[in-house]
């Protein structure tokens, strides 16, 4: 089934029953937790021409939000159920996707827990920058970024006002910038040495 979901609506919310698996046509989404205290974390996005699993079991459970107009094919989940529902080729790729989100779900761990503010934002930055141009292998010169620096706060572990600093520091040294909507790389190799970045784990 094709779904639109206007920018700033929520796609699922903390523990639904429902499973289900998004094939993203266009858009940007965010999957995050939000915590008692009303604070969020976003673990995880999914960008124009990737699968999304929406599939939550138990206690746990995430906000799908869309961040930009999203339209997406949903498919029926569970994941484990779809051998029984669609081609080879189409499990093979959802499969995949789980795979792929379980290596970034890590990195993004390691980011927040061991990272300085500056390396972590480099590494999101360059992460993105592959998925945003669907290649494991380059980096683009720039890409389209809907997020805003309270997003990124939220999915770097970092405050609104520590972005904005972060994103100076990084524009200052002719690293990176971010302005209107729009990501700028100006200089790849030595991002991915601030970052530490080694872009095995992202899947082109």
Known sequence: MRR??????????????KPFILIVIAGWAAFAKTLPNGSRLIVDFALPHEIALVEFAGDAGETVTALSDVTAIELAGPVHTCFLRY????CEAILQADTSRYSRVAEHLASVSRRGAVERTA??????????????????DRFECPLTQA???D??????????????????????SFRNGVVELHDHAGLIKTAGFDRSYISS
């Not at 639109?4 to 029953?17: D, F, K, L, S």
């Not at 081609?87 to 189409?90: A, D, G, K, L, T």
């Open 87 to 90: 081609p080879q080729s189409v």
């Open 4 to 17: 639109t979901y206007p920018a700033n609506t929520t796609i699922a919310g903390e523990y639904q029953a």
């Open 151 to 153: 997003e990124l706060g």
């Open 123 to 140: 590494h999101l930055l360059l992460e993105l920058a592959c998925r945003a141009q669907r290649s494991a292998t380059s980096f683009p």
């Open 155 to 176: 999915a770097l572990g970092l405050s609104a006002v520590h972005v904005s600093r972060v994103l100076k520091t990084l524009r200052e040294t002719s690293l990176a």
